[in-house]
């Protein structure tokens, strides 16, 4: 498990890193509602080059109560590429690779992701983005339907 994480982290840190062109405003941070960071996560991504984007994020759950009891953290990192409808409007395509831990249980999910983004690239602006991103567990050998809502702000 820890080769196949390790393989991931270094083949989504090397993609596309010595960018040329590099616009003014190429970070944001978010908020995200269910997807590949499970219940939800808070995000970081970088564009490294006009139309393309690597993220990772971080979630933590700690419930426990007379219902449900879990205890974990996901961490999901993801490459994508923007394809311009307008100005401000883009169809986001990519993949993701999700570690996660929950009660000493380590599982890996991957899968492509599509959405909607609404931003301006190059002015510290909102982020909005809806997606959906099927997940396929590797312990598991399943596959869950997910979807999410992410909004943020970009610098």
């Known amino acids: 498990m ?26 944001a941070v978010y908020f995200e509602i269910l997807g590949p960071g499970g219940l939800y996560s808070i995000n970081y991504e970088q564009r490294v080059k006009d139309h393309s984007i690597l993220r990772a994020g971080f979630s933590y759950l700690n ?10 953290y996901t961490i999901p990192i993801s490459k994508s590429w923007l394809k311009p409808m307008d100005e401000d409007s883009f169809i986001e395509i ?21 959405g909607f983004r609404e931003q301006k690239l190059n002015k510290k602006a909102g982020v909005v983005k809806l997606f959906f991103s099927p997940l396929y ?3 598991a050998n ?3 339907p997910s979807g999410g809502l992410s909004f943020g702000y970009s610098f």
Do not use: C, Y
């Not at 083949?11 to 590099?22: G, H, N, R, T």
């Not at 419930?63 to 974990?72: A, H, L, N, P, Y």
């Not at 990519?94 to 599509?114: C, Q, R, V, Y």
């Open 2 to 27: 820890r080769k196949i994480v390790f393989t991931l982290l270094l083949f989504f840190s090397s993609i596309e890193v010595l960018a040329q062109d590099k616009p003014e405003v190429r970070k």
């Open 63 to 72: 419930i426990k109560d007379g219902f449900i009891s879990v205890e974990g």
């Open 94 to 114: 990519g993949f993701f690779a999700t570690f996660s831990d929950f009660d000493n249980t380590k599982d890996l999910w991957i899968g492509p992701s599509l």
């Open 142 to 144: 399943v596959i869950a």
């Open 137 to 139: 567990s590797i312990r």
